[in-house]
């Protein structure tokens, strides 16, 4: 039997333990965790991704702010932008949502928020603490959202994280994003870990000796049921549209899901599995960012 994770439930878990944390935290000190969003331009998938970035934050007690700036914004105009918000002390956690438009360095504008309230922790400096780790993060490392939406997926399958210890681990993909820091995270956890990419011999080979097996390709379905060990652990972060046969749209994994059921142990669903994990753990991170700098200021 192949257990389906429900990354919705354990998001919604989650979230409720945040509001909490953050309610007890109010009451204690007065300070409201802050989360800002800045998005430039007009992409349709970062409006709703941006949206429900700040519909979740609010509703766990975080005061989270959508900044929408014109696509034409200079990229000076950006950066005085994150360093005034850098600056604020209400504000704990600031995003820059990705793509930006093409004139805009992303690189720079990543680099210019303070590694502190970077929640998205694509800052190099945290980039580069996460891949030097040989032990499970410290709290005050802020970890990008979806590899650490993955790793609770994992906890919650294995029934805790110390299972991790000596697994076979392959990651597919090596994006700054999710491939890399996830691998650093297993890394971190004591699996031995493997990054497969494009250039990849023998996939399907390399995912058959996978005990945990994290799939961040952004191909739909190219992980087939029979590349897959039994008893594996199956996350799959991939979010792909394909088409119907009736002429709409639906979204697959970079897993082929209904060849997966009943061989592997456990698999999260997309939609539904990573996703809500990866918005809850922005709002773990705003949480984290903001104590601490409480811990900084000696009112931890
Ligand atoms: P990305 O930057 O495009 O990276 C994809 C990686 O997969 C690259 O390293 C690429 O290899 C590798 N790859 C592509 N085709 C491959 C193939 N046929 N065989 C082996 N490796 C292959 O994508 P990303 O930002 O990491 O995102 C990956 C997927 O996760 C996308 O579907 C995205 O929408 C989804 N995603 C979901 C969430 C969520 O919250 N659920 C969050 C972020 C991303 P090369 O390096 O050699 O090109």
Request: net charge positive; aromatic share 2%.
């Amino acid at each position: 039997m192949t257990r389906i994770l429900d990354g919705k439930a354990l998001a919604a878990r989650l979230r409720a333990r945040l509001a909490d944390e953050i309610a007890a935290l109010r009451a204690r000190t007065g300070i409201v965790p802050g989360l800002r969003v800045l998005l430039v331009g007009e992409h349709p998938a970062s409006l709703v991704y941006v949206r429900t970035k700040e519909r979740a934050a609010r509703e766990v007690g975080i005061d989270g702010r959508v900044e929408r700036l014109p696509v034409e914004l200079p990229e000076a105009s950006l950066l005085e932008r994150v360093s005034a918000l850098n600056a604020d002390p209400t504000v704990h956690g600031i995003l820059v949502q990705l793509p930006l438009p093409p004139h805009i360095d992303p690189a720079r504008v990543l680099t210019a928020i303070d590694p502190a309230k970077d929640v998205d922790g694509f800052h190099p400096l945290n980039a580069g603490r996460l891949a030097q780790l040989s032990s499970p993060p410290p709290a005050d490392l802020l970890v990008p959202c979806t590899p650490r939406g993955c790793l609770l997926l994992l906890e919650e399958a294995l029934g805790g994280l110390e299972a991790l210890r000596g697994k076979r681990a392959l990651v597919l993909g090596r994006s700054t994003v999710v491939g890399r820091p996830m691998a650093a995270l297993l890394l971190a956890h004591d699996c031995t870990v493997t990054i497969a990419h494009s250039r990849t011999r023998e996939l399907a080979h390399e995912c058959r000796r996978a005990e945990i097996l994290v799939a961040a390709a952004g191909r739909p379905e190219l992980v087939r049921g029979d590349w897959l060990a039994p008893d594996a652990v199956v996350i799959d972060v991939g979010i792909n549209r394909v088409p119907t046969a009736e002429g709409g749209s639906r979204l697959v994994g970079d897993v082929a899901f209904d060849e997966a059921l009943g061989r592997v142990a456990a698999i999260t669903p997309v939609p539904g599995g990573v996703g809500p994990m990866t918005v809850a753990c922005l709002l773990e991170n705003t949480l984290r960012a903001c104590r601490a700098r409480l811990a900084v200021e000696g009112r931890g």
